[in-house]
Structure formats: C-alpha cells, structure tokens
C-alpha cells in the first residue's frame, strides 16, 4: 500500500491576495486556478522546487465559521513547516519580501529555524535541517 498526503487546505479571506502573497512573497508556484463555480475555485500553491512535496489548497471562507479560522488555524501555535535548502538566503529575501519573523533565526541541535507569519497570521516554522532535506 502506498499513501500519500497531497494538499492541506489553508481558509483564506481573498483568492487573489493569498495567490499574490503567496507568489510574490514567498516565492511559491501557483499550480493550478481552476474556476469551480461563481464563487469558488481550486487553486494549489507549492514552494519553489518541491516536486512530490505536500501542496496548499487555497480555500476562500464561505461561512462566518470559517471566516472565523482565517489565521489562526491551531489556536497560536505554529501551523506548518516550510523547509529549505539555503536558510539564509531564503531568509534575505523574504525579510526583504516583507515577510515578519515572529521569532528571529536560531541554531537549534535539529537545524537553522526562525518562525514567520503568512498574511493571515497563521505561524510557520522555516527550518534548514541538518538532515538532508
């Protein structure tokens, strides 16, 4: 048996600005922007260079339930895990991006990690394992 997770779905406030965030900020490719109605569509994000990684379906909140999680996903705590293979030029460019670290870069005994917020405030650990990644 082989199994695999293939996309973890992010609630956002706006196609548009969660695409442009996520594509200009962060470098992330978008995938796929498919229309599924009026007001719903299927669009997938996956970081630069990952090719059987996990992707973010980009879900627009459609209920006041759901509006109510846009950013914070897990309560505060911090909600997914973007690795890299170059922490620190990764680092320049999202600081310079704009993107805000809410817990500046540390060497930790598993690697390079600093924690960083998406527009919505949802926390990401950025990591440089010491492990390959």
Not at 4 to 19: F, G, K, R
Not at 66 to 87: E, I, M, P, Y
Request: hydrophobic share 35%; net charge negative; with cysteine.
């Amino acid at each position: 048996m082989k199994q695999q997770i293939a996309h973890i779905s992010l609630v956002v406030n706006d196609y548009d600005e969660a695409i442009e965030f996520y594509t200009q900020k962060l470098n992330f490719k978008l995938i796929e922007d498919t229309p599924l109605s009026d007001t719903k569509r299927w669009i997938i994000v996956s970081p630069p260079g990952s090719t059987t990684g996990c992707n973010l379906l980009l879900a627009k909140a459609s209920t006041e339930e759901q509006k109510s999680r846009v950013g914070n996903r897990t309560g505060g705590r911090v909600f997914l895990f973007l690795f890299t293979d170059d922490f620190w030029r990764d680092y320049k460019t999202m600081t310079a991006n704009g993107i805000k670290f809410t817990r500046q870069p540390s060497v930790e005994e598993y690697g390079t990690v600093a924690v960083f917020e998406d527009l919505y405030g949802n926390l990401w650990d950025f990591i440089e394992s010491k492990k390959s990644t």
